[in-house]
């Protein structure tokens, strides 16, 4: 079960999410939903970078992350997010 939150300024959270990634330099590929509803996000990249923007995530207002991180191959299948 997830958490339900209902987000009236989905256009703005989607902006910050692309300045934080172009800020920090993120190489996260994936696919990263944010609708009305809340966020539902599949991605992967380094280590590094996938750790990073789940702690961003989660001192995000908006969000309780539930998350999962997996140590998968180098090659990532998913397009580049930014």
Known sequence: MYPARVLCRRLQVVEEHRK??????????????????????????????ALQYTAWLKDQELWQVCCTVSCLPARVAHPTVH
């Open 20 to 49: 934080y990634m172009r800020a920090h330099n993120l190489d996260i590929r994936g696919r990263i939903y944010i609708s009305s509803q809340g966020i539902n996000a599949q991605f992967g990249g380094t280590k590094e970078h």
